[in-house]
């Protein structure tokens, strides 16, 4: 009976204090919150080709065509970001790296958010892969911003002609070229050299000592004729 009078003098202990509000349960701390992205704005490009969309496993250069590219569009190749250069709206000038033979992916992606992907749309392969032969239409003179012209011509792995600007070089016979993985080269002929490595199928660089070619660096196209 003690006990019990005991305990109804002394009363019970007080209940703990609710707080005013809880947190919904699962709720993040303002602190550690994530809120969703925005969704994309401005134009959704479109891609209609790569060229050359089949390349040297070293690297090289090529063009994007298509829509609706912004200023400030980037590249990635294979997931992997290139430097690149948008001409206009349907125009955009890439370089690649090296990279391992096969097909990727390459995405255009716009400021605003939106993004164009042409899956397996750009194959590296290895050079030796790559023709030589054919009439090239070149870029010389790399110090003067390859301005100069200059043309060559390559039939059966021989040098047939080769000029820059107004200037033929002295080719009264076919020059037989060296051609080994991808690159190409002859030296010593009449004070004539010339090498170069090929890019893709019509694509290529390299460096001449011709007439006219100025530093002899040059870049070239194949054309199906002059």
Sequence with gaps: ????????????PPSPSVPSSLPSPGASSP?????PAPPPTGLRPAI???SPNVVTTAGTWGTITGSQFEPGATVTIANVAVFSTVR????????????????????????????ATLASGYTFTAPDAFDADGDWIAH??????????MRFTIQNNALISLSCGSEAAPVTT?????????????????????????????????????PGCGDGLWWADKSVGF
């Design 140 to 149: 010389a003179d790399g110090s003067n911003h390859y301005l100069t012209d």
């Design 88 to 115: 206009d709206s349907t125009t955009i000038q890439f370089s690649t790296g090296a990279h391992a033979a096969g097909s990727v992916d390459i995405t255009v992606s716009n400021p605003g958010g939106h993004t």
């Design 48 to 50: 209609a080709g790569v």
């Design 174 to 210: 076919p020059i037989t070229l060296t051609v080994q993985k991808g690159g190409f080269s002859f030296s010593g002929v009449d004070g004539l050299s010339m090498s170069g490595k090929l890019d893709s199928m019509t694509t290529s660089e390299g460096r001449v000592n011709a």
């Design 31 to 35: 602190s550690n919150r994530i809120d």
């Design 1 to 12: 009976m003690a006990a019990l009078t005991i305990a109804a003098c002394g009363g019970l």
